[in-house]
């Protein structure tokens, strides 16, 4: 399956395909940002957490079902080449790494041809609305499901 991701800002869009690292830049000059690089190899207890984390999010009137069949749910061989995609205030282009549940999460900041300007890890369960040039806007949700927005100052 392979997932299409859009971002704008301003006049400037971007739109990716996930299945290998392919951006396309619209707005000025149509650029295409190609890298053969493929996602990691998905790991058996990736799978387990995944399917943790599906249960606990079903009502439980259907939990029961959810639970007998959810080994029957095909998954990929590999994790997307990226999951996420923004456009900072300041027009550089942002990629994000798989989401794993319970883990760590990389964002990088891309130089004009594609190739990594800088990466910042994010604990598990943030996820980027924003980022400017020394600004990232997160929004994250406690165990009620109750939303937070925060501001970090991240590194030039």
């Not at 980027?128 to 929004?139: E, H, Q, S, T, Y």
Request: proline share 5%; with cysteine; aromatic share 6%.
């Amino acid at each position: 399956e392979v997932a299409v991701a859009e971002a704008c800002n301003g006049m400037r869009m971007v739109a990716g395909t996930n299945d290998r690292f392919r951006i396309e830049i619209l707005g000025g000059a149509r650029r295409v940002l190609e890298d053969a690089k493929m996602g990691a190899k998905v790991q058996p207890d990736e799978i387990k957490a995944w399917n943790v984390e599906r249960i606990a999010r079903t009502h439980v009137s259907t939990r029961n079902v959810i639970e007998a069949r959810i080994n029957d749910v095909p998954t990929r061989p590999q994790h997307p080449a990226f999951d996420g995609l923004l456009v900072g205030s300041d027009g550089q282009i942002w990629t994000g790494s798989a989401v794993i549940p319970h883990k760590p999460r990389v964002w990088t900041a891309r130089e004009e041809r594609g190739a990594p300007k800088r990466a910042i890890t994010m604990r598990a369960g943030l996820e980027p609305i924003a980022f400017g040039d020394d600004w990232m806007l997160g929004r994250e949700r406690d165990g009620d499901g109750v939303e937070y927005i925060h501001l970090f100052q991240i590194g030039r």
